[in-house]
């Protein structure tokens, strides 16, 4: 792969905003980062993709929305929503990259350069990524923790869902037991895995994003691997059920309620589920695409990120959880158990399972320390892009630009740590990982097949390519993405906008806590539009001044 040093001479900008940067760059005050090798940006690319999502959020959305008939929206959306949008990220992040933004804001700004205001929808692509970086890196330290508690035999006494629920309600901090008299070691966990995170950005794509998912994406497959053959050999561990076998466990999760196609809700949880779990529509794929250089593939590169994760959620992720509790629970308790949610599923019927099975230490570590890498190469790359708006567009060092982040986004992870029983995560899940995703694609799609155009678009994306992207796509880029979008959208406003603006799901003692969190999103929005307006200013006068 062709390194990327200093790509100014390729590239014009309008408004001579690049230029200042550029200056900056030869006088060494900023130099851009790179990828090391195209397996390195294809590991972080799959890296962020392959988290939490993968192997607890997708099992419980098909197991509670029709078992296999999900599979057909999923899928439907993977084809029209989440390869297309993955093709655009790459591209748009490796041509903004050429004019050295690195984050949405600056990325849009090269796309369509008479317009004033389009930077700061790109505003999204950086608050969107921090939002979920607030929660993601708090659950993804409670899978550290329990990596530890697995190994220590520290829940193996709990035999039941309800011991080992409150096991998990105790470590939380939402009740005192004999497990846990408060937050203290969630929160000793929470530090260990925020200071890790910080570390590996701290030393950059290269030395530390690429070199951590080149170490934990093999180590990840091998633990997801080594689970899978476990519980699809699991047998019939209770011979007076024998109908309690791996294979209705299969059944379970994959015969078809085909009835549920009827719903526009499911529909909608299948489209979410492929942007989250391809980390597309957000602005990280943008981000981490601005670090290649303009001969190298992302045709080819895109569509094997995007089918590494698929691998990996659709047969590992959906080979483990659900078959496994369904052997020991049977037909009737699994129902219950997932719909309970993402969390029981993973840190209740998950130790529970393994508890039962020799060798329940070493399983029990597989299985959480396989989700603690999962969730920490997912939220560096979340961290990534106001990491890098901050050096690119005020020509920071990476090392100020760390310290930044890492201050403001501490502070912001107390509102997940202390108020999570009053529904603040799932606040900033719906929308950081679920209503912006939405939006941000919806506006990343026109800007690219309209606004760009869909020639300038296709010859982009061919730029350097290792494969030809079928030529169904153009037409699915320019016509069916975005009314795809535009339709999920449209349903959400019509179906639940006015219930969600006026907290009809949330009980009264939790309000001032959603309106709260509510206040603190847009407040957030506000600040990083602000400091975007702030920066183009300087750059101006910058230009200005060596004109
Ligand atoms: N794709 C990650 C997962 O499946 O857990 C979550 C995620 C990471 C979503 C990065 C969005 C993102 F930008």
Known sequence: MKRVK???????????????????????????????????????????????????????????NGGGAFMIPYFVSLFLLGIPLMWIEWTLGRYGGGF?????????????????????????????????????????????????????????????????QSFLRGFQG??????????????????????????????????????????????LFIC????????????????????????????????????????????????????????????VILTYASYLSRGDDVALSGLTAASTNEFAEVILGGSIIIPAAFVFFGPLDIQSIARSGVFNLGFVTMPLVLNKLPLAEMFGFLWFFLLFLAGITSSVSLAQPAVAFLEDEFNINRRKAVLIFGIGSFILCHAA?????????DELDFWGG??????????????????????????EIHKGADMRVPRIYKFIIKYITPLFLFFILGMWFWQEWVSIILMKNVSLANRPFIL???????????????????????????AERIR
């Open 174 to 219: 939402l009740e005192r037991n004999q497990y846990f008299n408060g937050l203290g070691c969630a929160y000793l966990f929470f530090l260990i895995t925020f200071l890790l995170n910080i570390g590996v950005i701290y030393y950059g794509i290269r030395r530390g994003i690429e070199r951590l998912c080149k170490f934990a994406m093999p180590l």
């Open 417 to 425: 740590i202390l108020f999570l029983k009053n529904g603040v995560v």
């Open 224 to 283: 997801a691997l080594v689970l899978m053959i476990r519980v699809v050999t699991l047998g019939i561990p209770d011979l007076a059920r024998p109908s309690w076998n791996i294979s209705n466990g299969f059944g379970f999760f994959w015969n078809p309620d085909f009835s549920a196609l009827k719903s526009a809700r499911v529909w909608l949880e299948a489209a979410g589920q492929i942007f989250f779990t391809l980390s597309v529509g957000i602005g």
């Open 516 to 542: 709260g969190t509510r206040i603190g999103i847009v407040s957030i929005f506000l600040i990083l539009a602000l400091l975007v307006k702030i920066a183009w200013r300087q750059k101006r006068i910058q």
């Open 434 to 459: 679920t209503f912006f995703l939405v939006l941000f694609a919806t506006i990343e799609v026109i800007l690219f097949a309209w606004i760009f155009g869909m020639e300038n678009a296709w010859d």
């Open 6 to 64: 200093i790509r100014s001479a390729e590239c014009s900008d309008a408004g001579g905003v690049t230029s200042a940067s550029r200056s900056n760059s030869s006088k060494g005050r900023h130099i851009r980062d790179s990828w090391g090798s195209r397996l390195g940006i294809i590991m972080a690319v799959s890296g962020s993709a392959l988290g939490l999502g993968n192997f607890l959020r997708f099992p419980a959305k098909v197991a509670s």
């Open 100 to 164: 050295e933004h690195s984050s949405a804001p600056g990325i849009f700004h090269s796309i369509w350069q008479k317009n004033r205001f389009i930077k700061y929808f790109g505003v999204i692509g950086i608050f969107g990524p921090l939002i979920i970086f607030i929660y993601y890196i708090y659950i993804a330290s409670w899978t550290l923790a329990y990596s530890f508690f697995a190994l220590f035999g520290k829940y193996s006494q709990a035999l039941d869902q309800a011991t080992m």
